[in-house]
T-cell receptor
Framework: TQLLEQSPQFLSIQEGENLTVYCNSS?????LQWYRQEPGEGPVLLVTVVTGGEVKKLKRLTFQFGDARKDSSLHITAAQPGDTGLYLC???????????FGGGTRLMVKP | GAVVSQHPSRVICKSGTSVKIECRSLDFQATTMFWYRQFPKQSLMLMATSNEGSKATYEQGVEKDKFLINHASLTLSTLTVTSAHPEDSSFYIC???????????FGPGTRLLVL
């Protein structure tokens, strides 16, 4: 079983601050995805990273896939209240099988 | 991406009754559909994977006789929670994909409350 650990589990910050969310595993993933989920809604895909060391940017969000494809990070610059939500990482194993979700990071950005 | 709907969005039922949740892929031929369960403040847990026209594959610990899945067409899968109990109260989310290893598109979820 491939496990993904996310940290921190919960983060409460002020508007304008920066933050980083981590997603770690002892397993290698062929790809890793980040989702954002708002209360009462399904997850929405933010990005997919595939190559070790890959960095992708989505406005104020920067995603990085570890060189060994075992970990990933999400960095948010100048967080805004609209960034509030549950951030989930999900990895897909080398066999191309199902997604394994991390435990999630609940972010609250206070105005 | 694909547009996925779920119905109902919320349901309250009495203990012992059965509840059917529909997952529809509105603009996408979904060969594979997934059903997840999410408890409050927790992550998504995969319950089962269904392929159109064949029996669903259930994850370990998920009772197939309690959570009946039917994937009769490329656009519709249903999850029936039989003889629901309060511990079945949860947020049920489906996702669709063209194939198992391809991108999943998630529905908006169904919140089930069993009294």
């Amino acid at each position: 079983t491939q496990l993904l650990e996310q940290s921190p589990q919960f983060l409460s910050i002020q508007e304008g601050e920066n933050l980083t969310v981590y997603c770690n595993s002892s397993s290698v993933f062929s790809s890793l995805q980040w989702y954002r989920q708002e209360p009462g809604e399904g997850p929405v895909l933010l990005v997919t990273v595939v190559t070790g060391g890959e960095v992708k940017k989505l406005k104020r969000l920067t995603f990085q896939f570890g060189d060994a494809r075992k970990d990933s990070s999400l960095h948010i610059t100048a967080a805004q209240p609209g960034d509030t939500g549950l951030y989930l990482c999900a990895g897909r194993g080398n066999a191309g099988n199902m997604l394994t979700f991390g435990g999630g990071t609940r972010l609250m950005v206070k105005p | 991406g694909a547009v996925v709907s779920q119905h109902p969005s919320r349901v309250i039922c009495k203990s012992g009754t059965s509840v059917k949740i529909e997952c529809r892929s509105l603009d996408f031929q979904a060969t594979t559909m997934f059903w997840y369960r999410q408890f409050p403040k927790q992550s998504l847990m995969l319950m089962a994977t269904s392929n159109e026209g064949s029996k669903a594959t259930y994850e370990q610990g998920v009772e197939k006789d309690k959570f009946l899945i039917n994937h009769a067409s490329l656009t519709l899968s249903t999850l029936t929670v039989t003889s629901a109990h309060p511990e079945d109260s949860s947020f049920y989310i489906c996702s669709v994909a063209m194939r198992v290893q391809e991108t999943q598109y998630f529905g908006p979820g169904t919140r089930l409350l069993v009294l």
